[in-house]
């Protein structure tokens, strides 16, 4: 699958509700030594938030310019734009090999097409963090479901080496 695949699917803004933002830091059980991506990150929020827990650098790469603007904003109100590098641009054109953690909040069908960039540019032992859609394919280390008003949200940590690992190709 190639972003040419990609490109006729919209994956509209829906932010990751900040009851989620706790689980999701222990989830991905941040160092210092860390660089964290959000693939399509929105407003910022989780990047911010890794920036907060001291992760040694926070990427947001999202391709709405509006929102990218009002991430880099909530940054500076958070005082952790320093920390953060904010890159406008669609995710599938953005090297991911010096990350060493990864957050999407996107779709199924998404993260099956970002499975064999994903899979060729990430270290092992990068962690990966979904919310309530899967990467089709790989074995999840650990899956948490939280109680939210009206719903489930479902988390997902895959870890590049071992979830991918004699995993079926797509
Ligand atoms: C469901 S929202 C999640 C926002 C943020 N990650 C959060 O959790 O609060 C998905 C985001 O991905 C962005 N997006 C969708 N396709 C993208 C692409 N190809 N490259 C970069 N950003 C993209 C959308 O504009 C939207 O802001």
Request: neutral net charge; contains cysteine; proline residues 4%.
């Amino acid at each position: 699958m190639t972003s040419s695949f990609y490109e006729g699917i919209r994956v509209p803004w829906v932010p990751t509700r900040e009851e989620l933002l706790d689980i999701i830091m222990r989830l991905a059980d941040l160092k210092s030594t860390d660089i964290f991506y959000d693939l399509g990150c929105g407003d910022g929020r989780v990047a911010i938030r890794a920036a907060k827990e001291g992760v040694k650098k926070a990427v947001c790469v999202e391709l709405n310019p509006v929102l990218i603007e009002r991430a880099k904003e909530n940054a500076k109100t958070a005082n952790v734009a320093d920390r953060i590098e904010f890159i406008n641009e669609d995710f599938f054109k953005v090297n991911l090999s010096e990350a060493s953690v990864i957050y999407m909040y996107l779709l199924t069908s998404v993260n099956r097409a970002l499975r064999p960039k994903l899979e060729s540019e990430l270290k092992n032992g990068t962690r990966i963090i979904t919310l309530d859609f899967e990467v089709p394919g790989w074995k999840p280390i650990q899956v948490v479901e939280v109680a939210l008003p009206m719903r489930t949200a479902r988390l997902y940590l895959y870890v590049k080496g071992v979830s991918d690992a004699g995993a079926e190709t797509i």
